[in-house]
């Protein structure tokens, strides 16, 4: 009997929202749980798994041979340094910071042409810098879901490339841009407003010049953010 890899709720998601079919490029594929789930279930007809780091990529190759899955090109590299646009048309970077992921995209600049590549994003953290970096290098916003994965709500984004530029506002940037009807909109709203609520409590006991003019900021985005969740 086959042995099945199953996944945590984050992975899960990101598999979900893979196209069937496609070729996929997994960027810090860490233990490959991802490429060897879907080609198990047959869901791509292949992938490269790619890490920056020996060890995890001995893994990912572990990872392959426990579930009996082939078709995986094993890649050494530094983000998408040493992958070519036509190995691949879903590229997946997750788990990892936003500003690792903008370091990635800025050193793959085919991802920003639009003619073939989709891509899935799951920043850990600085979502909102990550969207605001996509929307002025012109990718453009297709879908964003929301999942709980232990005790967290993470974001993942399906961008493309070959938009036009455009600058998002702060809430946009902090809370989404193709969220609305995400069932767990509401809790992340929630989240950012209270994280801006907490960040303005801590410039109020600041000695900075600007502490408390910045506290102001901080607390009015709150508020538009509570009077958005309050709207849905």
């Known amino acids: 009997m086959e042995r099945r890899l199953q996944l945590q709720p984050r992975l899960q998601l990101l598999a979900d929202m893979v196209p069937e079919g496609c070729r996929l490029a997994d960027v810090g594929t860490d233990h490959g749980y991802l490429p060897v789930y879907l080609l198990q279930r047959r869901r791509i007809r292949g992938a490269v798994a790619a890490d920056i780091g ?9 990872t392959a041979e426990a579930y009996g899955v082939e078709g995986i090109d094993f890649r050494l590299c530094d983000g998408l340094r040493d992958i070519a646009p036509d190995e691949a048309d879903t590229v997946v ?9 903008i370091a990635i995209l800025e050193g793959a600049a085919w991802t920003k042409d639009g003619a073939h590549t989709l891509l899935l994003l799951q920043p ?9 970096w996509l929307a002025v290098n012109g990718y453009n916003f297709t ?12 974001p993942v984004l399906r961008v493309t490339g070959g938009g036009t530029p455009q600058a998002l506002t702060e809430r946009q940037a902090l809370t989404g841009v193709a969220l609305d009807n995400d069932p767990l909109y509401r809790e992340y709203l929630t989240q950012q407003a209270d994280k801006l609520r907490r960040t303005a409590e801590g410039l109020r006991r600041s000695a900075k010049p600007d502490a408390q003019q910045r506290a102001d900021a901080a607390e009015a985005l709150a508020r538009e953010i509570e009077e958005k969740r309050d709207t849905l």
């Open 93 to 101: 970077i997750a788990g990892m910071g936003g500003e690792t992921i």
């Open 54 to 62: 020996a060890e995890p990529l001995a893994h990912a190759r572990r």
């Open 143 to 154: 879908e964003e879901r929301l999942v709980w994965d232990k005790n967290y709500l993470y």
């Open 124 to 132: 850990m953290t600085k979502a909102a810098d990550l969207r605001y």
